[in-house]
DNA sequence: TACACTAGAGAACGTTCGTTCTCAGCGCAA
DNA sequence: TTGCGCTGAGAACGAACGTTCTCTAGTGTA
């Protein structure tokens, strides 16, 4: 079919605002059902089994997160504006009405102590990340320790903001990542 | 009878280790009977139910983290090294076996978006906790930003040796609070 | 018109879970 | 001994869920 794909990616979308805004366990395949619009056989038809769309959905989440990230670093010109840019990048995402933290976090709390599986996609994305944050911090000149740093600090950013319901975190992240930046590379911006 | 409370603390301990090494949905009323050692009748007249029991894990878990945390900075004199002490006590906890994160943001994780009680138990026991670094960092003498910081980079330590598997976060995160502390107070403690 | 085929709607099935109910056994007062 | 209340073990119940099956309506084709 020509809308194989099409139907492939609505219905992604679909299970990941519903797994995102309620949880994984407490979405049936009825309810996904529902929100993508198509037939029970079909959707299982286009995925053989809820394992297999959260697989898939936490794909397209993982993709989601690189691009939100490439986009807001986009307009920064130093590596070290680009650092901050995550946390800019970070302060938008938290003051969306629909943010509940992360979703490789809350998916990682919820099921990765019993699927291997999410606990593996969860372990790759947050790497995928880190290395990131490294290839930034090591364009920068400055040592690896900082990229850790950096990174638990989004993280953080990111747990408090979803449990506090406030999008404070992320200020206060950017301004503890300027600090530790300006501490650890030798020649900061200033002109 | 005599031994209610002896009951009560080791079916909520029992409840304890099953939902936070394989999360709350995941784990039956029938598994934390077996793993208490009571029948379901007791369990049922002691906890009317299993909102209930979880609420009461909750608040266990909430004063074994105070319990850790004040025991960890019990051999601190200044307040900055009982700021340390956090990381100190993060540290010990991550190397733990049975480490799994933090047990309050997998439930929020899990069943944050669907049980405002569960939320409320989270948020209750973050604020608590920043509270507490608040105190720390008003003795120092320091801005209320730091404390904001220090806590974020104690989430964020927590969420990343969870997911990594690896207690680094631990280590990582005192080296950013110790140029934290000393970019944001006036004198460190170098003699 | 007759026929194969497809697809959607939802019934059905087997399992799990939270919670309640039943029943047999036991101690105990009279 | 008899009756009574309590307790534990687990059966039972109703709901929810993942997954499969059935039935029906429609469509294109000869």
New interface residues.
């Given amino acids: 079919m020509i809308d194989d794909e099409a139907t492939r990616s609505n219905v992604i979308e679909a299970a990941d605002r519903l797994f995102y805004?309620?949880?994984i366990?407490?979405v049936g395949m009825d309810a996904v059902r529902n929100e993508a619009g198509i037939s029970l056989k079909k959707l299982y038809s286009a995925f053989g089994s809820k394992d297999v769309l959260l697989n898939e959905v936490l794909h397209y989440r993982g993709r989601q997160w690189d691009d939100g990230i490439a986009a807001a670093s986009a307009a920064a010109r130093t590596p070290r504006d680009k650092l901050l840019a995550i946390y800019d990048f970070l302060n938008g995402w938290f003051r969306q009405d629909d943010f509940?933290?992360c979703a490789?976090?809350?998916?990682?709390?919820?099921?990765?102590?019993?699927s291997p599986e999410i606990?593996k996609a969860?372990?790759e994305q947050?790497?995928s990340f880190q290395r990131y944050v490294s290839s930034l911090v090591a364009e920068a000149g400055g040592p690896p320790?900082l990229a850790?740093?950096l990174?638990?600090?989004?993280?953080?950013?990111?747990?408090?903001a979803?449990?506090?319901?406030t999008p404070?975190?992320a200020a206060?992240?950017r301004?503890?990542a300027v600090?530790?930046i300006d501490?650890?590379l030798p020649v900061s911006g200033a002109a």
Avoid at 151 to 160: D, R, S
Avoid at 162 to 165: C, D, E, L, V
Wanted: charged content about 15%; hydrophobic content about 45%; aromatic content about 4%.
């Fill in positions: 805004s309620r949880g366990q407490a509940r933290g490789f976090i809350n998916s990682f709390g919820e099921l990765g102590s019993i606990a969860a372990r947050k790497s320790s850790a740093q990174a638990i600090l989004a993280e953080g950013a990111q747990t408090t979803a449990i506090s319901g404070d975190a206060h992240a301004a503890a600090t530790l501490a650890a």
